[in-house]
């Protein structure tokens, strides 16, 4: 199989780069997703334990398992998923993203394998994974299928990929665009394309596509009245996450 060498697109990495000194800050510019992160972590710790039959109040549940997370940003979710004992690697095309990750996990006495790579050259080299998080990545690439089908390659028979995006439709631009960018200013103008945002019908044919079996999709929802964030099983209309398998 030929694809394309990469799905990075340059201006869009740009945007992180110049954000990354602010990672740590959970005031700073990436406010959301310190606010969304336990939700996150809820999600994606309950799925790997599922598939891999884990039991989440043991002594490091995922010990042995290899987990990639691609688009680490400066480590939210990879330090977390380290703790619980999974050996972990942590990648992002944006170069300044990497030492900025790597400080705060040796200051938080953690091991992880963080790389300025793109899922593309980490699959042409043959890394392959337990499960890989793909969280808010897929509406920042150039190929949306090309990515999610490097991000295939880069599971193991049986894998798993943890996926999450900003659904297209009115609701998703006066939130992530109208609201977080130009009235509450947690992100700079222009973080976000809307037109770039993804349907959950349109990944679950996306992820087909590129031959994963989608198994679950779940929507992030924020409450304004206790300002936090829950997961729920019907209301996908903003942020909104899936999981699929990799057949083997």
Known sequence: MQ?????????EVAKFQAMAEEWWDP???????????PCRLDYITQQIAAEFERDLEGDAPFKGLRILDI??????????IARLGADVVGADAAERNIPVARLHA?????????????????????????????????????????????????????????CSTLN???????????????????????????NKFITPDELYDLLTQAGLEPVDRKGFVFNPISWSWSISDRDLSCNYVTASRKPG
């Open 3 to 11: 694809r394309s060498a990469s799905t990075i697109d340059d201006a």
């Open 27 to 37: 005031t700073g510019k990436f406010k959301p997703l310190h606010m969304m992160n």
């Open 71 to 80: 688009g680490c940003g400066g480590g939210l979710l990879a330090e977390p």
């Open 106 to 162: 040796e200051k938080s006495g953690l091991e992880i394998d963080y790389r300025h790579t793109t899922a593309e050259a980490m699959a042409e080299a043959g890394e392959e994974f337990d499960a890989v998080l793909n969280m808010e990545v897929v509406e920042h690439v150039s190929d949306p299928l090309a990515y999610l089908t490097a991000c295939r390659d880069l599971l193991k028979p049986g894998g798993l990929q943890i």
């Open 168 to 194: 297209r439709n009115p609701k998703s631009y006066i939130m992530a665009i109208i609201g977080a960018e130009h009235v509450m200013r947690w992100l700079p103008k222009g973080t976000h394309d809307w």
